[in-house]
């Protein structure tokens, strides 16, 4: 047995598909407490079923009952407007406050990563958006940001991070309208989430790690504001991918001397391919990995181990790094994380 | 913002208890049970002020450890040390008290606050949850007392294991006192570098202390750069590298290209000296991990070399 077969994985594309599809009927009750986020395991599920091409063969609806409109119709359904008790619009994750999302009920407040995993979603089910509250979206983002420059979650308060300010960023990138944040403060607050050893931290002195630095330059990316940033910081690049390839050991690390885990192949992959520098990791070594941690009922886990069965975030961030190479799969955009095709169509019909 | 008040704030809490049990992350379930926890509150004075929410002290005790209860099996739930936070925002950050019982007590809370989340790291070394809210608390209340001892704190976890590099991190915030605009003073850097140095020895291929290292020299590079102290600490720390490279070898019988992150801090120092033999050494370290000793990242230390060696031309 040659070594090249023992590494020589099949890609599993119809395993795959029926997990994702498995998982929009129905989630095991471990997942209970992923009922506030359900919104985003819906565009974990979507965004992987594009990259496999589900979406474009229209006999897949029939084969596995999937209905594009009644998730259209459920998303929008999860739609607040603002009001006086009121202050974030957007979306919540889930109907588990109940059915009333009008002014009456003030605890079911948008969620800014909500509100991002149903814009994405939205748009790679062919929507138009026509129905998404953009201006009320746009000025929440003024009651979400703190004076530091960086973002909550929920009008009512949350704890603040990079991770935020990545989804404020996505969503004015994709509505098309910064009005409603302070760029400067958030460049303030990327930039003091910079670490000693290159990278960036989920909030200031914290410790470098492959999430946060994709939030932190895909934020900057978004903005336009990288080269800039580069310019004025002299070295950082040169640092940043020196910690972003330093975390390969086979699969990706998030952190120094941690352990390798197929979500971070996104979270770094990405982020290198923002900085033109993808092309630095070992793709072979690195696919040899991912592909290991393939299910044989479909999805991914983060390690290849019997412990970890698969779950929707490793699947779709597997997935998505994976859509950067195979030539078969629909690529994700690296700076939103979501349909690359999709959102150029969207964008081309805005204009 | 004003919410609209319950009439029985009481009952209001016991449910999301209750709530709770069945769902520790929802997010709403806990700023709703903050809600009942303030409006059952009772501020010392009545003319207290604070930008912080205030809850009594038996209802900060309780709910912290309603939040530890719950906390237990999701160790990596924001919610949960997102209230714990909630609860001590208010007293952490006025500590500014003459008297010495109230100060007394809020430092006792501190304490045990420090202690459980060093509880959760015995179990998860690494947990990044932990970690932020022991910086938030270090930063907040900014003793000199308690960032001394955190240094100590830091070393049982690097005897413990030298590659926890959250505990490197930690070294680097305690060290700056925090602040980003209080680089590290030259005085004292050659005796960090020491120990630095001396725990790099413990496993040369560890990254965490080359990283630190390089660090450290690099924030002197910025602050005093060519001036002789920073030519000696330079030299010195060059010295002290190629020691623990020759150590290496002579105890294992391995060759000291091996540590790749030992020679990638090397690269790094050989840059910041900038003359021509130093450059012509560092791309030529570049060329061996390329070609040899770290194929994973050939392409990279490829690329490396190419900039060194634009550098020295």
């Not at chain 1, 990316?221 to 991918?241: I, N, S």
Request: proline fraction near 3%; charged fraction near 25%.
């Amino acid at each position: 047995m040659s070594t090249s077969s023992s590494f020589e994985t099949v890609f599993k594309r119809v395993s795959h598909i029926q997990y994702f599809v498995q998982c929009l009927k129905k989630l095991p009750s471990k997942h209970a407490a992923l009922d506030t986020n359900r919104l985003t395991l819906v565009h974990f599920a979507v965004q992987s079923l594009d990259i496999l091409g589900f979406f474009d063969s229209p006999e897949n609806f029939k084969t596995y009952s999937i209905n594009k409109e009644e998730i259209i119709e459920w998303i929008y359904s999860l739609q607040v407007t603002s009001s006086a008790t009121r202050t974030s619009a957007g979306f919540i994750g889930g109907s588990f406050l109940g059915p009333d999302v009008d002014d009456g009920n003030y605890c079911n407040q948008g969620h800014l990563a909500m509100t991002y995993s149903a814009i994405c979603t939205l748009i790679t089910l062919g929507d138009d958006l026509k129905r998404v509250n953009r201006k009320e979206i746009i000025s929440s983002l003024k009651y979400l940001q703190q004076s530091d420059g960086s973002f909550q979650c929920v009008g009512y308060g949350s704890e603040c991070d990079l991770r935020f300010v990545y989804c404020a960023c996505a969503i004015c990138y994709i509505l098309g309208d910064w009005s409603g944040v302070d760029k400067d403060a958030m460049l303030q607050y990327i930039q003091s989430c910079r670490t000693y050893d290159g990278a960036l931290s989920l909030v200031p002195n914290q410790e470098s790690h492959g999430g946060s630095t994709y939030c932190g330059i895909a934020s900057l990316a978004l903005m336009g504001e990288l080269d800039q940033v580069f310019l004025h910081f002299d070295g950082w690049k040169e640092d940043l991918v020196r910690w972003c390839v330093s975390r390969q050991m086979e699969g990706m690390q998030g952190r120094p001397n941690k352990l390798e885990d197929t979500c971070y192949s996104y979270w770094i992959g990405a982020t290198l391919k923002i900085l033109d520098c993808e092309y630095l990791l070992d793709r072979d070594v690195l696919r040899c990995f991912v592909m290991g941690c393939q299910s044989g009922t479909g999805g991914f886990s983060k390690v290849r181990d019997e412990y970890h069965p698969p779950d929707l975030l490793h699947s779709f961030y597997s997935l998505a790094w994976l859509s950067f190479s195979r030539k078969e799969l629909h690529p994700i955009d690296c700076m939103l994380g979501m349909s690359s095709r999709h959102f150029d169509a969207f964008r081309r019909n805005v204009v | 913002m004003n919410f609209p008040t319950f009439d029985i704030p009481e009952r209001a809490l016991e449910l999301t208890a209750l709530c709770l049990r069945f769902n520790p992350a929802n997010y709403t379930t806990w700023w709703f049970r903050r809600q009942c926890l303030a409006s059952l509150s009772t501020p010392p004075t009545s003319d207290f002020e604070s930008k912080y929410t205030y809850f009594s002290e038996n209802f900060i005790a309780n709910d912290l450890m309603l939040a530890s209860k719950l906390g237990g099996s999701n160790p990596k739930n924001y919610q949960v040390w997102y209230h714990r936070r909630n609860l001590l925002e208010q007293s952490f950050s006025d500590m500014t008290s003459d008297s010495d019982t109230e100060c007394g007590s809020v430092l006792e809370l501190v304490n045990e606050e420090l202690e459980y989340i060093a509880g959760v790291l015995d179990k998860d070394s690494k947990n990044y949850h932990a970690w932020s809210h022991r910086q938030w608390i270090l930063k907040i209340i900014n003793m000199e007392s308690k960032w001394t001892a955190e240094i100590e704190y830091i070393n049982d976890l690097l005897e413990a294991d030298v590659r926890n590099n959250s505990a490197w991190n930690q070294r680097w915030l305690v060290s700056h006192r925090g602040s980003k605009s209080k680089p590290f003073p030259v005085e004292a850097a050659s005796e960090e570098v020491n120990f630095v140095i001396s725990k790099a020895r413990e496993d040369p291929y560890n990254e965490s202390p080359w990283r630190y290292f390089v660090a450290l020299i690099k924030e002197q590079f910025r602050l005093i750069a060519s001036s002789p102290e920073f030519v000696s600490l330079v030299d010195t720390c060059e010295n002290a590298l190629k020691e623990v490279k020759e150590k290496f070898e002579l105890e294992s019988k391995k060759d000291g290209m091996e540590c790749t992150h030992l020679i990638a801090a090397h690269i790094d120092i050989l840059e910041m000296k900038g003359d021509e033999d130093s450059l012509s050494s560092a791309v030529e370290f570049a060329i061996l991990l390329e070609s040899r000793y770290d194929p994973v990242r050939k392409k990279y230390w490829k690329l490396r070399a190419q900039q060194l060696q634009v550098v020295a031309n």
